[in-house]
């Protein structure tokens, strides 16, 4: 009998930790038959209501493979902030499942659209070296995936960090189409200088649909001024004073934060990314300091900061030290509202997390936010950024010059323009589509930028004309940032970092001032460059370069990607 009860307690155990193991669409980069793979795979823990890794440990692996994860994107009733509204999902919930790989392994994303519209997904910084046709942009890389059809996006990774991804297609993330994309790398300098991960994911929340607010946008009356957000979130989560809320509306002011739990000795690495449609965020976490090694893939030698400025679409990871007293203390997103056109009505700027370190009593964080000051609406200053690892930075080849403005068009709808010219999306024929047909001359109003030279050095001279600063983003590169001025600086190339800058994907040039980028033209495809505010996206101001076009034509597209031509719609 004692021996049928042994029998009983091991097959209990072994079902339990079957049941523990994550299902494929949110597995660790491990290989699953391979249980040595497993050795340092810690823990993974899981935000309350949905399987959001909030916490992630992740140490050498060398055996690269295929990744595969399975995303079902519908539409539905969800509450953030306990403001009840229908919300676009991946697999049920908000933010979308983590995705995450090794470098050098083929990640394959599986969308399933329940949607009664089109949609994309955009790998953001994901290179797509080699696969254009991936990247996600309607208009220029893609169809849409048409309503009730499937599509998969099938690509090798050769680069690692922080990422994100999202939708591309009319606005659609802001209202929840996204989700963190991590990438490891098991020579990773600073892997074994931390225990565990935490992915922190900013977010402005709106409370009415983006098609609502987008057709007030893109009218005389709005005479250019964005709509503001009613909230900001922290991992998908916060509350709302309800009382702000229209008559009839579902909801509760009582809704939960983010809660973070540190084990007291331990140290993390906090990679936090930004998803917003118009918010800069200052980040910081209540007496505990942020040391900078990681902008955008690009690893960094290490920066001490307390408060953290962060633009739509840029991404850092810190490490912070759990070496404080025992209690809880604020994770802190502040929302620049200076960035605004106008102020904001009813909107709390100050978004706020818990950070509870295990064993630490009940009581609410009593904690007091850092005092530095932090310039408004720009970046992190680039000069206390420095490469890990020295690297020449090639010498320029041709100039590229990028004036941004906004002004009204024929209509008198204030739109974005990129070297007087407002960017008209060409949703039933897109760019690549065009390569391939051997189309070599663009209509005006596609800001199409031709760059024929294999390897030729490239210097974006970006200069904003605009009363507002702008997140610029390049798809399919990272860029040198050479130098940024802001209103009333003037641009001295002798001046210029061409000795350590860092990379990135996405830099602000602020307000009246100048940015100046370099990259290297090697990756043969059709890559976006726009301002990543979403409502200036669908403005017009957009750019793109087609890069090696003959390269382009000696790749071979598969042919679910041919068939997503035919089956393109009015956007």
């Not at 079902?72 to 403001?83: E, H, L, Q």
Request: overall charge negative; proline content about 6%; hydrophobic content about 35%.
């Amino acid at each position: 009998m004692y021996s049928l009860k042994i029998w009983e307690l091991i097959f209990i155990l072994i079902g339990s930790f079957l049941l523990l193991l994550p299902n494929e669409s949110l597995s660790s980069p491990f290989t699953s038959n391979d249980p040595s793979s497993y050795t340092n795979f810690l823990e993974k823990r899981y935000a309350e209501h949905h399987e959001f890794y909030e916490y992630h440990e992740f140490h050498d692996s060398n055996e690269y493979h295929e990744k595969s994860y399975d995303i079902k994107i519908t539409k539905g009733p969800y509450a953030p902030d306990g403001f009840e509204r229908d919300i676009y999902l991946i697999n049920g919930q908000f933010p979308g499942p983590l995705i995450e790989c090794n470098k050098g392994d083929v990640l394959v994303i599986n969308v399933e659209n329940c949607l009664n519209e089109d949609t994309t997904i955009h790998s953001h910084g994901m290179f797509q070296r080699g696969s254009p046709w991936y990247d996600g942009v309607p208009g220029q890389t893609q169809g849409g995936i048409p309503p009730n059809e499937t599509f998969s996006y099938k690509f090798k990774v050769d680069q690692s960090g922080t990422y994100w991804y999202h939708s591309h297609s009319r606005a659609q993330y802001i209202e929840g189409l996204l989700g963190p994309l991590i990438v490891h790398d098991p020579q990773d300098p600073y892997l074994n200088e931390y225990d565990e991960e935490i992915i922190v994911i900013l977010h402005d929340w709106y409370h009415t649909d983006s098609k609502t607010l987008l057709a007030t946008f893109l009218s005389p009356e709005s005479e250019g001024n964005e709509p503001d957000p009613d909230n900001g979130l922290i991992n998908g989560k916060n509350s709302y004073n309800c009382s702000w809320a229209p008559d009839g509306s579902k909801c509760d002011s009582n809704a939960p934060l983010a809660n973070f739990k540190l084990v007291h000795g331990k140290t993390y690495r906090f990679r936090i990314i930004n998803t917003s449609a118009f918010a800069t965020f200052i980040f910081s976490i209540d007496d505990h300091p942020l040391d900078v090694i990681e902008v955008e893939g690009m690893m960094t030698k290490r920066h001490t900061v307390h408060r953290l400025p962060i633009n739509i679409a840029q991404r850092y990871s810190v490490i912070v030290k759990a070496d404080k007293p025992k209690k809880k203390y604020w994770m802190r997103s502040e929302m620049e509202t200076a960035c605004f056109a106008a102020p904001a009505k009813n909107l709390n700027p100050l978004i706020k997390a818990i950070v509870e370190y295990e064993g630490c009593d009940d009581k609410n964080p009593s904690s007091t936010a850092w005092s530095d000051a932090v310039e408004n609406c720009v970046d992190l200053n680039a000069e206390d950024l420095k490469p890990y690892k020295s690297q020449k930075v090639p010498e320029v080849d041709r100039k590229i010059e990028i004036m941004v403005n906004f002004q009204p068009n024929e209509n008198n709808v204030t739109s974005g323009y990129i070297n007087n010219s407002t960017y008209n999306i060409d949703v039933k024929y897109p760019t690549l589509y065009k390569v391939y047909d051997d189309v070599k001359t663009f209509d005006a109003d596609q800001n199409a930028f031709i760059l024929e030279k294999d390897c030729e050095v490239i210097d974006i001279i970006l200069t904003n004309k605009d009363a507002g600063e702008h997140p610029f983003h390049l798809h399919g590169h990272a860029f040198w940032l050479l130098g940024t001025g802001v209103n009333g600086t003037t641009l001295d190339y002798d001046k210029l970092n061409t000795e350590d800058p860092i990379q990135r994907d996405t830099t602000t040039v602020p307000a009246g001032g100048w940015t100046v980028l370099r990259f290297v033209a090697d990756n043969p495809g059709v890559w976006g460059f726009h301002c990543h505010i979403e409502w200036h996206v669908q403005s017009g101001l957009v750019a793109q370069f087609v890069e090696l076009p003959d390269k382009i034509k000696e790749l071979n597209p598969p042919e679910d990607w041919k068939a997503l031509k035919s089956k393109v719609k009015e956007y």
